[in-house]
C-alpha cells in the first residue's frame, strides 16, 4: 500500500513512553472484538465509520481503566480539586489526541495497518467535538489537557448540547449554517452516569416563612423541575497517569414533575414539558464576545451551574458530611468568563436556604471559592440581565444578589469611598436606568478572590479602564495568567513531521517541557537544520494546498508564501483591513504586472454569527474578490484567496502546520489574549500583528527581529478616538485606500449587481470605522512589504520560523495552569498508582 509522506511513522524517539503495555496484536484484536460485540458487525461489513468506532472503543478500554483509578484515588487521598466551570469545550476530535497522550500512536498505526486499514483516513471519520465557539471554548479544552497531563485533580463542567457550533457551508459566496450533529448516532467517548443525575428548580415564587425564634426564612416555590443527566468523558493527560472527567450536563424532563401533569390526564401537556426541557442543553449559542441576552441563555447558565455545585456538595459531602468548615479547602470553582457567575448566588442559595448557615459564614465561604477569569473588554459582550428576566427565572437569586450588593454597598463601598454616590453608582451589581440590569461582571469580581485577565496588557486594562474602582478596593484580587495552548495537539499531533525533526536535536520530553525547544536557537541559522526545516514548511503546504483544491477548487502553488488568517470573523478582529490590503495589492499588480511580490496565498477561515449581519457582509466581500482575482489571468497567479468553509479544530489542525505568515491584526486593545497567534507561532509562522493582546508576548519572545509589528497602540488610538477619529481623512488622504473603496460601489467583483459591497465601504466611512482599519492601513501595508522582502531571502525566513518555533515555550498551556495552580487554585499534585 502507497504511504503519503504524512503517515510515516513518528520515531521511536518522539513517542511518550506508554504505561500501557498493550502489543499491536493485542490491540488489533481489541479492535476487532469491539467491531463484534460493541457494534455487531464484522470485519466484511464495516465501514470506515464502524472501524472508527471500533478503534475508539478499543482505546476507551484502556483509558476508562485509568479515569476509575484517577477518581479512586483523588477521593482516597482527598485532595483539594479545581472545578472549571465553562459553558464551552471546544475539544475537537479525540482519537489521534488521545492515542498520542497514551503512547499507542503508533501502536494503533500498525494494527490498523495490518487490518488493511490507513490511519489518517480512520481519523478523519470523527466528528468534532464543537462545544464552543472560538478562543474561549479551545482555552478551556486546552487547560483541561494541561491539568490531566501535570496530574493535578481537576473536572470540567459544562453542557451537553445535542448540537455544538453550527457547520458551515457557503452558497454563492454566502454563509449559510447548518445544525451540527455531534452524537446523532452515539459517540463514543461518554459514558452516561444516571446515577448522579441532579433535579434543578426553575421560575416561581419566594415564600417569606418565620421560625418560632422569629428567625426569618425563604423558602423557593419553583414553576418547574428539570433533570440534569450527566455525561462523562475522559480527558486523558500525556503520559495517561491521570484521566480526568470532562462532565457534561444534559436537561430533561423530570420524571416526578411530570407525573403530576400526566396523572391529571395531561399526556400530551406533559409530552410538551418534555420538549421544553430538553430545549436548554439543545444548542450552543453561536455568538462569540457578544452577549446574546436571551432567557434561554440564562436558563442553560444556570442549569448547568446548579448541576455542577449539587454535584461538587454531594462529592464533598460523602467525604465530610455535614461539616462546612472544610469546604472552602477543598473546593475552588474557576469561572470562565461572567457565563457561569450565578454560581456564586446559587451557593450561597445552597449554603443559606438549604444548609441553613449564617449569611456570613455562607459569604466567606463564597469569597474563598470561586476565582474568575475576564476574557474580554468590548461592551457588547458584558453580559446583562434584566432585573425583570432574573425576577421570573429565578426569583430567589434576584433576592439574595439584592443582599450581597447591599452589604458590599454599606459595609465596603460606604467605608472606602464616603458618601461618594457616583463611585457606588459603578460598583453596584445592579445598573438604575430605563430598565434595571444585573451586572454579571460586577457581581463575578464581588463574589471572587481572584480575578484574572488573559494577557499581560489585557489584565493591565481590566485593572485600569474596566474595573479601576474594585481595583483601588482590592488591589491585590487582581492578577494576569497569559493563555498558552497545549503543545501535544497544536505541535506533536497536528505537525508529526516537524516534532520528529525537534525530537533528533532536542529531549523527547518536550511536549512537557516545551521550554527545550529553545535549542533549536542554535540550529537557527545552520544551513542543514535551515533545508530540513523549510523541507517540512513545505510538506506541509502540500498538503494544505491538497485540502484547498478539495474544498473550494482552488489549485495554489505551494511554493507561494502562505499568510493565513483564522479566527472567529469580527469586525474587531479586522478581516476587512486584510481584505482592502489585498485589494491594493491586485490593483497594484493590475497596474504594474512587474510589481515586486513573491507569489502570495491569503487564506480565510473564519465563522459569523448568523446574526452579525456586517460579519457576514465580510465574508460575501472575501469570498467575491477571491472569485474575481483567482480567475484573473492578468496577474499571473501570483495573487491567490482562498476562504476555507467550516473552520473548526480539525481543520485549524492542517492548516497551521502550513503557514509562513500569521495574521494577528486585531485593533490594540481589543483582542483580550489571543490564542491561534500561539499555535501559528508555535509551528513556525512569522506573525504580523498589532501590538495586542498576547502578540505583544510573542514579539517578547521571539524578538523583534522575528515578528512584524505595525499600527497604533493602545494608548495612540485613545488618543486619536478622543481627539475625534474620521475615517475620510484617510480616504482623501490616500489615494490607494480611496481607489480601494470605490471599487466596493461598482460591479466589479459582483458582475451585474451593483453596490452589492457598499456595505463594507460604508462601514469604513459612514459608520465611523470603529476599528481604525484605515488610519492602520498605510502602517500594515509598509509591514507586508517587509514581509515580502524577507520572505525572497530564504535564509533569513527560515531562519525566522524556526526562531519563532524556538522561542514559545512560555505559551505552553501547562506554564499557564502552574500560574493558576500558584497564584489562584493551591493545589497538589497527585500521583495515580
Ligand atoms: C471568547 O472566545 C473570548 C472572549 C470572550 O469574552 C468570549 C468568548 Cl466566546 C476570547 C477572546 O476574544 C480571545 O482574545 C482570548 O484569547 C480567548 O477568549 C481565550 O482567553
Known sequence: ?????????????????????????????????????????????????????????????????????????????????????????????????????????????????????????????????????????????????????????????????????????????????????????????????????????????????????GQIHKEWHPGRIIKGVPWDIPVVGYGAKTVNILRLWESRASDFFNWDVFNAGGYLDAQVENVQAETISKVLYPNDNTDAGKELRLIQQYFFCACSIKDIVRRYKRAHGDDWSKFAEQVVMQLNDTHPAIAIPEMMRILVDRAELKWDQAWTICQKVFAYTNHTLLPEALEKWSVRLFEKVLPRHLEIIYEINSRFLEDVVEVAFPGDDSVKRKLSIIEEGHEKMVRMGNLSVIGSFKVNGVAEIHSKLVKKDLFPEFNSLWPDKFTNVTNGVTPRRWLKSCNPKLSNLISEHVDADWPVHLNKLSKLADLATDSKFQKAYMQIKLENKIELAKVIKELTGVEVDPTALFDIQIKRLHEYKRQQLNLI?????????????????????????????????????????????????????????????????????????????????????????????GTGNMKLAL???????????????????????????????????????????????????????????DWFDCDYFTPGKPGELAEIKRSLLDYGDTYLSLADFASYSEAHKKIDKLFQDEKTWAKMAIMNTATMGKFNSDRSILDYVQNIWNLDTCDIK
Open 1 to 213: 500500500k502507497a504511504k503519503s509522506p504524512a503517515t510515516k511513522k513518528p520515531s521511536a524517539a518522539t513517542e511518550v513512553k506508554s504505561n500501557l503495555d498493550v502489543t499491536v496484536d493485542e490491540f488489533q484484536q481489541s479492535i476487532v472484538r469491539h467491531l463484534h460485540v460493541s457494534l455487531g458487525t464484522d470485519e466484511n461489513k464495516a465501514n470506515s465509520k464502524a472501524w472508527w468506532t471500533a478503534t475508539c472503543a478499543a482505546v476507551n478500554e484502556l483509558v476508562f481503566e485509568r479515569a476509575t483509578q484517577t477518581q479512586k484515588t483523588h477521593y482516597k487521598k482527598d485532595t483539594r480539586a479545581v472545578h472549571y466551570l465553562s459553558l464551552e469545550f471546544l475539544m475537537g476530535r479525540l482519537l489521534k489526541n488521545n492515542l498520542t497522550n497514551v503512547g499507542l500512536t503508533e501502536i494503533a498505526q500498525q494494527a490498523l495497518d495490518k487490518l488493511g486499514l490507513d490511519f489518517h483516513k480512520i481519523c478523519e471519520e470523527e466528528p468534532d467535538l464543537a462545544l464552543g465557539n472560538g478562543g474561549l471554548g479551545r482555552l478551556a479544552a486546552c487547560y483541561v489537557d494541561s491539568l490531566a497531563t501535570l496530574d493535578f485533580p481537576a473536572i470540567g463542567y459544562g453542557i451537553h448540547y445535542e448540537h455544538g457550533l453550527f457547520t458551515q457551508a457557503f452558497l454563492e459566496g454566502r454563509q449559510v449554517e447548518r445544525p451540527d450533529s455531534w452524537r446523532e448516532y452515539g459517540n463514543p467517548w461518554e459514558i452516561c452516569r444516571p446515577e448522579s443525575v441532579q433535579e434543578i428548580p426553575l421560575y416561581g415564587y419566594v415564600e417569606t416563612k418565620y421560625d418560632d425564634k
Open 683 to 741: 509551528n513556525g509562522a512569522v506573525t504580523i500583528g498589532t501590538l495586542d493582546g498576547a502578540n505583544i508576548e510573542i514579539a517578547e519572545e521571539a524578538g523583534e527581529d522575528n515578528v512584524v509589528i505595525f499600527g497604533l497602540t493602545v494608548d495612540e488610538v485613545k488618543e486619536l478616538k478622543s481627539a475625534g477619529y474620521n475615517p475620510w481623512d484617510y480616504y482623501y488622504a490616500n489615494n490607494e485606500i480611496k481607489a480601494v473603496l
Open 581 to 673: 490590503h489585498i485589494m491594493a495589492l491586485y490593483r497594484r499588480l493590475l497596474q504594474n504586472p512587474d510589481y515586486d511580490m513573491p507569489k502570495r496565498v491569503f487564506i480565510f477561515g473564519a465563522k459569523a454569527a448568523p446574526g452579525y449581519y456586517m460579519a457576514k457582509e465580510i465574508i460575501y466581500a472575501i469570498n467575491k474578490v477571491a472569485d474575481k482575482v483567482n480567475n484573473d489571468e492578468r496577474i499571473k497567479d501570483k495573487l491567490k484567496i482562498v476562504f476555507l468553509p467550516n473552520y473548526r479544530v480539525s481543520l485549524a489542525e492542517k492548516m497551521i502546520p502550513a503557514a509562513d505568515v500569521s495574521e494577528q491584526i486585531s485593533l490594540a486593545g481589543k483582542e483580550a489574549s
